[in-house]
C-alpha cells in the first residue's frame, strides 16, 4: 500500500509542476513578470539550460544522465527501504518527482521552466518541481543525520530479540539425548 502512496505523491508532484508550466507558458511571455504577491512573489518566465537554480548553463545531456542516474537511485531506494519509515519514503518520493518534472521539459524542450521569482530578497528564479527536490533532500538529510540512527537501532534491537527468542525455542526443543 505504501508503494501506490508514494506513486501518488511523486505522480502528483509531476502534476502540479506540469501544470503551473503549462499556465506560465500560456500566460506570461519569455522574460516578462506579473506580479503575483507585490512585493514578495512574482511570476516570471524563464528559460533555464543549467542544474538547479540555473547552475552549470547548457549542459543539457550531462543534467539529463545525471538526473535520470539520480532516479534509478531514488526508486530503488523506495522499493528496498519500503516501510522502513515515513520521512525516509516522502523524502525520496519527492526528489523522484520533482527530478521527473524538470527531467520532462529537458526531454521535450530542452530547457526546463522557472517562474517563481522572489523579490524580497536576491534569489534565483525556480519552479514546483525544484522546491519538492530541495524540500526532500533536505527532509532526507535530517532523516539521514537524526532519524535514521535510531531506526537502525531499533531494527538492530528487533533482531537481537528474535534471535534470543530462536535460541530459546531451540533450547526448549532438547530432548536430555546426552
Not at 131 to 151: D, H, M, N, R, W
Amino acid at each position: 500500500m505504501q508503494y501506490l502512496w508514494m506513486t501518488l505523491f511523486a505522480a502528483g508532484i509531476v502534476a502540479a509542476d506540469q501544470f503551473t508550466k503549462y499556465l506560465v507558458l500560456q500566460n506570461i511571455p519569455l522574460h516578462s513578470h506579473v506580479d503575483f504577491l507585490p512585493g514578495i512573489l512574482n511570476l516570471t518566465y524563464v528559460r533555464n539550460t543549467g542544474a538547479a537554480f540555473s547552475m552549470f548553463s547548457d549542459n543539457r545531456w550531462v543534467f539529463m544522465v545525471f538526473s535520470v542516474i539520480a532516479m534509478m537511485i531514488m526508486t530503488y531506494l523506495l522499493v528496498k527501504f519500503h516501510g522502513r519509515h515515513w520521512l525516509l519514503s516522502v523524502s525520496l518520493a519527492a526528489v523522484l518527482g520533482g527530478g521527473i518534472g524538470n527531467m520532462i521539459d529537458r526531454v521535450l524542450s530542452g530547457y526546463v521552466v522557472d517562474f517563481l521569482d522572489f523579490q524580497f530578497m536576491k534569489f534565483a528564479v525556480f519552479n514546483v518541481a525544484d522546491i519538492f527536490v530541495t524540500c526532500g533532500s533536505v527532509a532526507l538529510a535530517v532523516y539521514i543525520l537524526f532519524i535514521e540512527p535510531k531506526v537502525e537501532k531499533r531494527l538492530q534491537e528487533q533482531k537481537e530479540a528474535a534471535s534470543a527468542a530462536e535460541e530459546g525455542t531451540h533450547e526448549g526443543n532438547d530432548d536430555g539425548d546426552q
